[in-house]
């Protein structure tokens, strides 16, 4: 993984940034009819616009705001496994510490000094990176499925998985790695693997 850089995170916050200000404008000027109660809705509104606009792309678009999907960016967790839900809520939560004192003052000196992560990053257990299309390896087509080898507790599926999920944003050497640390507990030849370990991934989801 290689965390983004502090100019394309830029970007990606500032193409975000007129969406999410663009749709609570469209959002206060038709709540702003029905008068003072509008306003109270609008700001309602402005709020769920502004704040949710983060989670709901991150979580159900692969880590990847509007803005974030332009420059090739995604977030992670900082395992690199897929940022789930309360993660995703925290740092977009956070989002309005970074602005102090000024102008996104906080979140700058954060990205400099925490290794281009911000503090809703830091409190979250997030990374941004970059996503690295000439890694995608042709192994996230592979079909079927097979039993679990022994009996594994949920958590353990929930990491074979995630295995799977990731596996558009690993290099096949990192893949094979990975793999490589159940070989000894897996009656399965080396060059498999990765393979067999998807397999086993699709039969825990049903596939």
Excluded: C
Excluded at 6 to 35: C, N, P, Q
Excluded at 151 to 169: C, I, S, W
Excluded at 177 to 190: C, G
Aim: without cysteine.
């Amino acid at each position: 993984m290689h965390p983004a850089g502090i100019f394309s995170r830029g970007v990606a916050f500032l193409i975000d940034e007129f969406i999410r200000w663009t749709t609570a404008l469209a959002v206060f000027m038709l709540a702003s009819v029905a008068g003072d109660f509008g306003y109270g809705l609008a700001l309602v509104g402005f709020f769920i616009v502004y704040w949710l606009y983060g989670v709901l792309f991150e979580v159900l678009n692969n880590g990847q705001t509007l803005g974030k999907k332009i420059q090739n960016l995604m977030v992670v967790h900082e395992d690199g496994t897929p940022i789930r839900l309360p993660a995703s809520f925290l740092r977009n939560l956070l989002l309005i510490v970074d602005f102090f004192p000024v102008f996104y003052v906080a979140g700058i000196v954060s990205l400099m000094l925490a290794k281009f992560r911000r503090i809703g990053d830091l409190a979250a257990g997030t990374l941004v990176v970059y996503v690295h299309k000439n890694e995608r390896s042709t192994e996230a087509n592979i079909t079927g499925a097979r039993p679990l080898p022994f009996p594994m507790t949920p958590d353990e599926q929930l990491l074979l998985v995630e295995f799977l999920e990731r596996d558009q944003y690993l290099s096949s050497s990192r893949k094979q790695e990975l793999a490589e640390i159940l070989q000894p507990i897996l009656d399965i030849p080396q060059n498999q693997l990765v393979a067999e370990l998807q397999k086993i991934a699709n039969g825990i989801r049903g596939q």
